[in-house]
C-alpha cells in the first residue's frame, strides 16, 4: 500500500505563486504514475497535471504555461509549481498514485486564491 503526504497549500493573492508537494511511501514498485488533480465547490474533481508514460507531461488546457509538474531524482516526489494563480483555480488539490494494484489519493490540500 501506498501512503500519500501532500503540503504546500495555503492563501495566496491573485497573480502569486505556490508550490506543491505530494510524497510517495510504502511499497513501490516500477511502472506507476503520479498526478495532480483539484476539485472546487459544487465541482467534479479534475485532472491538472500528470506523468504520463516515459516522462511526458500532460495538462488542462486552463493551466497551460502557468502550472508545472516535477518530480524529485527518486522519482516518488512530485511538485506542483503554480504561477500567475487566478481565482478560479481555488480547489483543493489531490495527489493521485497509480500502479497495477489501483490508485491511491492524497489526503488533499487547500489552495485559496483571493485578495
Known amino acids: 500500500q501506498v501512503q500519500l503526504v501532500e503540503s504546500g497549500g495555503g492563501l495566496v493573492q491573485p497573480g502569486g505563486s505556490l508550490r506543491l508537494s505530494c510524497a510517495a511511501s510504502g511499497r513501490i514498485f516500477s511502472g506507476y504514475a503520479m498526478a495532480w488533480y483539484r476539485q472546487a465547490p459544487g465541482k467534479r474533481r479534475e485532472l491538472v497535471a500528470a506523468?504520463?508514460?516515459?516522462?511526458?507531461?500532460n495538462y488542462a488546457d486552463s493551466v497551460k504555461g502557468r502550472f508545472t509538474i516535477s518530480r524529485d531524482n527518486a522519482k516518488t516526489t512530485v511538485y506542483l509549481q503554480m504561477n500567475s494563480l487566478k481565482p478560479e483555480d481555488t480547489a483543493v488539490y489531490y495527489c493521485?498514485?497509480?500502479?497495477?494494484?489501483?490508485?491511491?489519493w492524497g489526503q488533499g490540500t487547500q489552495v485559496t486564491v483571493s485578495s
Open positions: 506523468f504520463a508514460g516515459g516522462g511526458i507531461t
Open positions: 493521485k498514485f497509480s500502479d497495477y494494484r489501483g490508485d491511491s
